[in-house]
């Protein structure tokens, strides 16, 4: 079963706007939320994470919204650029354990010049 | 320097037939991983294994048969490919199980005829 729900699944957005993508999960052992970037030919890399201790984490253009209660996460993509255009996938663990770690089924993102 | 480094990029083959993938990291970690992602970028785990040892198969075919000669090694062989393993498989390492971030080679396309 999946356990970490993202939508949607392809997404496009023009140079300069702002690109949002959402993740669900069910667990509510999860305490370690990361966003993983892939780009086509190469492997997924880790973008950003954050744990439940915070509503909020940015790093530069990408933000991390979290909400407990509501068991949603999501990622926020501030002046997307064409360089941003890749597959984004969620993710969810209990204490970082990454054999509990559960993706999402990706997210595709065209920014359009 | 790559950092998890993983080959052939490319295998193209007949069902039946036996294959090897090979992983190496040279990140000092002290796990790793073997990861499947399906046609629709469905990420799973298939195998963890914390300095040398298997810790996780993750209801794996045993046709699948992960080998760790050493810490900075993880090979895959696959006996008697089936037309439904046709995936690209990712190799994966974290300093440890708890670390959180997992840091992926750039995966390898299989392709069964």
């Known amino acids: 079963q999946q356990q970490v729900k993202q939508s949607p699944q392809s997404l496009i957005v023009q140079k300069g706007g702002i690109s949002i993508i959402n993740c669900a999960y069910e667990n509510t052992a999860f305490d370690y939320f990361p966003w993983y970037q892939q780009f086509p030919g190469k492997g997924p890399a880790l973008l950003i994470a954050i744990r439940p201790d915070v509503s909020e984490k940015k790093e530069g253009r990408f933000t991390i919204s979290f909400n407990k209660s509501a068991k949603q996460f999501s990622l926020h993509i501030m002046d997307s650029q064409p360089g941003d255009s890749a597959t984004y996938f969620c993710a969810a663990s209990k204490n970082g354990n990454n054999n509990d770690m559960r993706f999402g089924a990706g997210t595709r993102l065209t920014v359009k010049p | 320097d790559t950092a998890v480094s993983q080959t052939p990029k490319y295998l193209v083959t007949q069902m039946g037939n036996d294959k090897s993938i090979k992983c190496e990291q040279n990140l000092g970690h002290d796990t790793m991983y073997w990861y499947k992602q399906d046609s629709k970028k469905f990420l799973k785990i298939m195998f963890s294994y914390n300095n040398k040892e298997l810790i996780i198969n993750e209801t794996v075919p045993n046709r699948f048969s992960p080998k760790s000669p050493d810490k900075a090694h993880l090979n895959l062989h696959i006996n008697s490919l089936e037309l439904g393993d046709s995936a690209v498989y990712f190799c994966?390492?974290?300093?440890?199980?708890?670390?959180?971030?997992?840091?992926f080679g750039e995966g390898s396309r299989l392709t069964v005829l």
């Open positions: 994966a390492s974290s300093p440890s199980l708890a670390s959180g971030e997992l840091f």
